[in-house]
């Protein structure tokens, strides 16, 4: 027992440390870490609107970014649903879940960085003096992505609580501090400011957005869906109150004295 319950631990803890690798790779990738701070070009290499490639793309490449966005999409659109969690749990125990979910986004992540072609015709380009501003603009959401994780239980959100802990693991009541207070889904809403605070816009960023948002407007959808089967009415006037994407302050939403947890063991994620 003692051995499986670490070898559980260390396939979360690598599971996790490989999630946070892929998704610093994208990070980069989207706001050009790699060139704004030339140190880490070497391990940041990959960035979506430029490349060193001297042939134009051409239809085919259009299909394939979006397989590769379809491939993203899936572990989050189907592996997150609860009855496919439910079915996948037959199978695969709980503790052991979440840890396979978060490997199999960040495998579809890291392709997705490493193969997308790149379409570097450019749309618009801010103003040089104003680019700064548009650049820190970005590290912004991407900070708020950060934070908006830890709101939300940041290492039950990859696995690494459900794989450490194993049976002992309870999930944590439906909270809404600081960014929920304003805004249901922040996390979706730093990766938005990320995506389209950009000093450059190429037709392959642009392709990325369109997909991207549309996506995560079905996303929030299921998510909320499942949210509200799980907490009820306590979500119903939650949803009622704070808006969507766009803060409000006046909404400033206070949960009752009393917060219930989510039904089902599974982690509140509301993001």
Request: some cysteine.
């Amino acid at each position: 027992m003692e051995l499986l319950t670490l070898t559980r631990s260390c396939f979360g803890s690598l599971c996790y440390l490989y999630s946070m690798y892929a998704l610093i790779l994208f990070e980069s990738w989207i706001t050009d870490t790699g060139r704004h701070f030339p140190a880490f070009r070497k391990w940041l290499p990959h960035n979506i609107d430029f490349s060193n490639s001297k042939s134009s793309p051409g239809p085919d490449a259009v299909l394939k970014n979006v397989l590769l966005l379809t491939l993203f999409f899936l572990p989050h659109s189907v592996m997150a649903r609860p009855t496919v969690k439910r079915r996948m749990q037959k199978a695969v125990p709980f503790p052991w879940e979440r840890s396979l979910f978060c490997l199999a986004s960040a495998a579809a992540l890291h392709l997705l960085v490493a193969q997308w072609v790149v379409f570097p015709t450019v749309l618009w380009r801010v103003p040089n003096a104003l680019q700064p501003l548009v650049q820190a603009t970005s590290y912004v959401g991407v900070v708020q992505t950060v934070v908006s994780s830890f709101l939300i239980d940041h290492f039950s959100l990859f696995g690494l609580k459900q794989s450490c802990l194993g049976a002992a693991y309870t999930p944590e009541a439906f909270q809404c501090n600081f960014l929920y207070k304003y805004v249901r889904h922040p996390l979706y809403l730093g990766l938005l400011i990320t995506f389209f605070a950009t000093p450059v816009m190429t037709v392959g960023h642009a392709l990325f957005n369109a997909i991207i948002v549309c996506w995560m407007l079905i996303a929030i959808q299921l998510e909320e869906h499942d949210t509200a089967a799980c907490l009820g009415s306590q979500y119903t006037a939650y949803k009622a109150k704070v808006p969507m994407l766009i803060p409000c302050i006046s909404a400033s939403f206070k949960l009752p004295s009393e917060s219930s947890t989510p039904k089902g063991g599974h982690v509140n994620k509301l993001d």
